[in-house]
């Protein structure tokens, strides 16, 4: 079957690609437009490595098929730095080791992100139920949250 | 200058950011399936649907004729492999076991066991030829459940295992591998002097490692029968030494590229993936490239064993534990190897006991060949016998720190397993936790508090590392070691110690096969200790190096020059004759003063320290649901030094929430034809952030005497106490003793229920 051309545009820049029907847009990431920083942990949504926003709103890209970005916009981990300048969630990850082996970060990345553009000022348990849709094995999350939630603290106080 | 007179150290010890961490942050780092080779194919696997099976035949006909198909290959691709033992790390296997569990040759042994593959130009081709493979079985009884698996008329895995370690030889074949017996003292003499005697079974569930990166290679076999690996593993010299014996392919024809690791935990110790990936490119003529999904991650790959813990220890009216008896019983999965070794070892290690005997059956079942889990092997009998310890406190009345205090393993003690323990660190954990807050905070109703220790022996062994000094005066160390969780940063602090220079000024990296020497697996523990060991000591020949080239430029003897502060200093008689020498002016000037400045170590590190544990955990127990609620959740642990203390307590962390997640929700779930019915998070239910406090901890240093800086392994200790102390806790708040895995909900509300039946 043809393929669907699709315009949309993924970290501010307008992108067209090719995908076939099936495609989800975690496929379409990685293995058309080798925007590999997305990660496939389960394709099943239970794992939040593939987390993307669309419009603003986050969802699994595993869960999501290609042909839906048509017209949309797409945020990824690749968009999250201003070139060599870290978004702070980027930099308290770092300061707070909140990271081991890195390959769920990503997503945590986004979803922190995505939460905090809606609540600069969550609690710890609306950070924990926030982020409870992505699994780390490695950190215990204890790191994580508490590095959500300084960098919360740290942008309510720059604003 | 230390108080003991030892220089003070300016970078171990402090929290510098992973010098990998921007890659991580951003998404560039590279991990298994993000890594392509133009024309690559698509690799996919056919698993068998049944637990035990016999292959009559299998016909790839159809499948090769499949448009887009490159290479269809079965066992029959492989050679037979003769038995010989091959060492993984963490426990036994055999590499014709290893080879059969790679793809299935006569028989399937496992619901997911590997029984044929393919490559194709896509995913989609790749699937129309799994579909359009014919395999042929018949059907077998299987057994999943261990104790099954070892009475008389259960149905037997393989014609050829008898029994190894009883007297006298058997004649009949059986699915218990092997039986040993670890002993000291006199245990039934013991047991005639003790006051007290709790006897109890306990059981636990298989549970996977649970790394969020599915398994993922490519590979290339070239017309010159060179082989080129790309691919996450805890060891890119394992893959290397795995896929040339299971292949029949020379080591020097292979080189390993290790791709960044999305966590491990044991379960990259082996190879499942690689060896099939290259018999496809061989066939095909193409780079082949194979993932997991999560599905075949839990069908296919190894989780630790379930297994069967009985306990019985002896003690006197004051609290001496004088006698430790036990019987474990682990299922191996598919072919022999469970870690029931290192769980008989451990067992008792954190008691200083004269009179202990451990006895272990190592038991294959009709599921996943197992793989090394953090720690394997001890958390298992861990759980048996630190939940027993509790029961004795309780009917001794006695607190049961002070019990563990009274009876704790100490520098002199001798394990049952051989050793005599030197500097260990088992007192003070124990100490830091009766120390602390949380042992002082106030319980509500059904809330209660459990406690439990934990050891694991950590591991040194076969190392290697080079340090480069670039013409800026920077250094690149490069070792052989997948950085599974910060070791990068540990490399890089530890030369910049002994260098003298800002960590920032060392780039650390993870070289492939053909770039660095050999350096054994990423596990045990052992990657700070012994690759950090050679790292310190190419450093110090950096160092001494660097003094020559001083020597040589001042024209003095080089004995009269002390290296400080990433500077040559001019010393003894020549002191203040000449300016300081920095590391940037010597290796400015190396190409006038003999060449550039470089060093390898090569070593088999020996003296990892042992390392001990101990958790105290609050929890509430919702008697309506049988929820277990984590209130508060402390770990202590002897790291010996704490090269990057975030990391070390990063590992602490991370293991004590896998062991909650142990103790409480997870687990395999099979059919009654042995089919996995949890394959994947959803109903394989992992800890998530919603389910947790913040994890408390406490990092105590006993230095390691062996180690330059002190360190001991920290990866593995903190899996091993969680699950008894849950189930302490949850007997402290509600009166119930748990003694199965997991305390799921339906579990903890059955025996709520049975309690208020009893009482009735």
């Known amino acids: 079957m043809a393929k669907h051309h699709i315009s949309t545009t993924i970290n501010g820049e307008p992108v067209e690609f090719l995908c076939s029907t099936e495609q989800t847009m975690l496929d379409?990431?990685?293995?058309?437009?080798?925007?590999?920083?997305?990660?496939?942990?389960?394709?099943?949504?239970?794992?939040?490595?593939?987390?993307?926003?669309?419009?603003?709103?986050?969802?699994?890209?595993?869960?999501?098929?290609?042909?839906?970005?048509?017209?949309?916009?797409?945020?990824?981990?690749?968009?999250?730095?201003?070139?060599?300048?870290?978004?702070?969630?980027?930099?308290?990850?770092?300061?707070?080791?909140?990271?081991?082996?890195?390959?769920?970060?990503?997503?945590?990345?986004?979803?922190?992100?995505?939460l905090l553009e809606r609540n600069p000022d969550p609690t710890e348990e609306e950070a924990r139920y926030w982020l409870a849709g992505n699994l780390c094995r490695c950190t215990g999350y204890d790191k994580i949250i508490r590095a959500v939630l300084d960098t919360a603290a740290d942008m309510r106080g720059a604003s | 200058m230390a108080p003991d007179g030892t220089p003070a150290l300016k970078v171990v010890g402090t929290r510098p950011i992973r010098p990998d961490g921007v890659d991580k942050v951003t998404g560039r780092a590279q991990f298994g399936a993000d890594f392509q080779l133009p024309g690559q194919l698509v690799g996919k696997v056919l698993r068998s649907p049944h637990a035990h099976a016999r292959i009559r035949s299998i016909d790839i006909s159809k499948a090769e004729a499949v448009p887009g198909v490159k290479a269809v290959m079965t066992a029959a691709d492989m050679p037979e492999i003769t038995s010989e033992e091959a060492f993984v790390g963490e426990g036994p296997a055999d590499f014709k076991d290893m080879s059969g569990n790679t793809m299935a040759r006569d028989k399937a042994l496992y619901d997911g066991h590997a029984v044929a593959a393919v490559a194709a130009t896509s995913a989609a081709a790749a699937d129309a030829a799994l579909a359009a493979i014919v395999v042929d079985y018949e059907v077998l009884p299987h057994v999943i459940e261990v104790e099954d698996a070892m009475v008389e008329g259960a149905p037997i895995l393989h014609d050829d295992m008898f029994t190894s370690g009883v007297d006298p030889k058997p004649t009949k074949p059986s699915n218990v591998a092997k039986r040993m017996v670890f002993q000291l003292g006199d245990v039934d003499a013991a047991f005639e002097k003790a006051d007290i005697v709790i006897e109890r079974k306990y059981k636990t569930a298989p549970v996977h490692q649970g790394y969020i990166e599915p398994h993922a290679c490519v590979a290339q076999y070239a017309a010159d029968g060179q082989?080129?690996?790309?691919?996450?593993?805890?060891?890119?010299?394992?893959?290397?030494?795995?896929?040339?014996?299971?292949?029949?392919?020379d080591i020097s024809e292979i080189r390993v590229t290790p791709l960044e690791i999305g966590g491990g935990f044991g379960g990259k110790t082996l190879v499942y993936l690689e060896p099939l990936a290259v018999v496809l490119s061989r066939k095909s003529g193409r780079p082949v490239k194979m993932a997991m999904t999560r599905e075949e991650v839990f069908r296919g790959s190894g989780p630790t064993s379930g297994g069967t813990v009985w306990v019985k220890i002896g003690a006197k009216r004051d609290g001496t534990i004088i006698a430790g008896d036990a019987v474990l019983k682990f299922q191996a999965g598919a072919y022999a190897g469970s870690p029931v070794g290192p769980g008989c070892m451990t067992a008792f290690a954190v008691y200083d006991l004269q009179d202990v005997r451990i006895t272990g059956y190592d038991v294959v079942t009709n599921r996943p060949k197992v793989a090394a889990y953090r720690a394997p092997g001890a958390p298992i009998s861990n759980f048996g016998i630190e939940s027993a310890v509790d029961e004795l406190a309780r009917e001794l009345g006695m607190d049961p720190v002070e019990l563990r205090l009274k009876n704790a393993a100490k520098k002199g003690t001798k394990a049952a397993y051989g050793p005599t323990f030197g500097d260990i660190g088992c007192v003070e954990t124990l100490e830091a936790v009766k120390n602390h807050p949380n042992y002082q905070a106030s319980l509500g109703p059904n809330q209660g508090r459990g406690v439990a220790s934990g050891f694991w022996f950590n591991i040194g062994g076969e190392s290697s590392a080079t340090v480069n000094i670039n013409e800026d005066g920077t250094a690149v160390v490069a070792t052989g070691n997948p950085d599974i969780g910060g070791s990068r940063a540990s490399m890089a602090m530890m030369a910049a110690e002994v260098l003298g220079i800002e960590v920032e000024r060392v780039r650390p990296i993870v070289a492939d096969t053909s770039s660095v020497g050999y350096c054994f697996l990423t596990g045990g523990s052992r990657v700070t200790f012994a690759t950090g060991m050679a790292v310190v000591e190419a450093s110090k020949s950096v160092v001494n190096e660097l003094k020559a080239r001083a020597a040589k430029i001042w024209d003095i003897p080089v004995e009269a020059v002390e290296w400080q502060d990433g500077e040559a200093v001019p010393a003894g008689s020549n002191a203040g004759d000449f300016e300081p020498l920095s590391l940037e002016d010597i290796a400015a000037k190396s190409g006038r003063t003999g060449g550039p400045i470089a060093s390898t170590s090569s070593l088999n590190a020996q003296g990892a320290g042992p390392g001990f544990g101990t958790h105290v955990v609050d929890v509430e127990v919702d008697r309506e649901t049988g929820h277990v609620k984590v209130l508060r959740y402390l770990a202590t642990q002897d790291a010996g030094r704490a090269i990057h203390p975030s990391y070390v307590e990063g590992q602490i962390q991370g293991g004590a929430v896998q062991g909650i997640g142990w103790a409480l929700n997870e687990e395999y779930i099979y059919d009654d034809k042995g089919r996995l019915e949890n394959p994947g998070f959803l109903d394989y239910r992992i800890p998530v952030a919603s389910d947790l406090p913040m994890i408390d901890t406490v990092v105590v240093e006993v230095p390691n005497p062996r180690h330059p800086y002190g360190?001991?392994?920290?990866?593995?200790?903190?899996?091993?106490?969680?699950?008894?102390?849950?189930?302490?806790?949850?007997?402290?708040?509600?009166?119930?003793?748990?003694?199965?895995?997991?305390?799921s909900p339906p579990k903890v509300r059955k025996a709520v229920d049975e309690q208020a039946a009893a009482e009735e």
């Open chain 1, 28 to 114: 379409v990431l990685r293995d058309e437009l080798h925007l590999t920083g997305t990660k496939e942990g389960c394709a099943t949504g239970d794992c939040g490595a593939c987390s993307i926003t669309v419009d603003g709103r986050l969802v699994c890209s595993c869960l999501m098929l290609g042909v839906e970005a048509e017209g949309h916009s797409v945020e990824t981990i690749e968009g999250m730095a201003d070139g060599d300048q870290l978004h702070p969630l980027q930099q308290k990850f770092l300061e707070y080791a909140a990271l081991q082996c890195g390959i769920c970060t990503p997503g945590f990345l986004i979803a922190s992100k995505a």
């Open chain 2, 227 to 249: 082989v080129q690996i790309y691919c996450s593993s805890q060891g890119q010299f394992m893959v290397r030494a795995y896929v040339a014996k299971l292949l029949g392919i």
């Open chain 2, 711 to 743: 360190a001991r392994g920290v990866g593995e200790v903190p899996i091993v106490p969680p699950m008894a102390a849950m189930a302490n806790a949850i007997q402290d708040a509600i009166g119930i003793r748990l003694t199965e895995l997991p305390m």
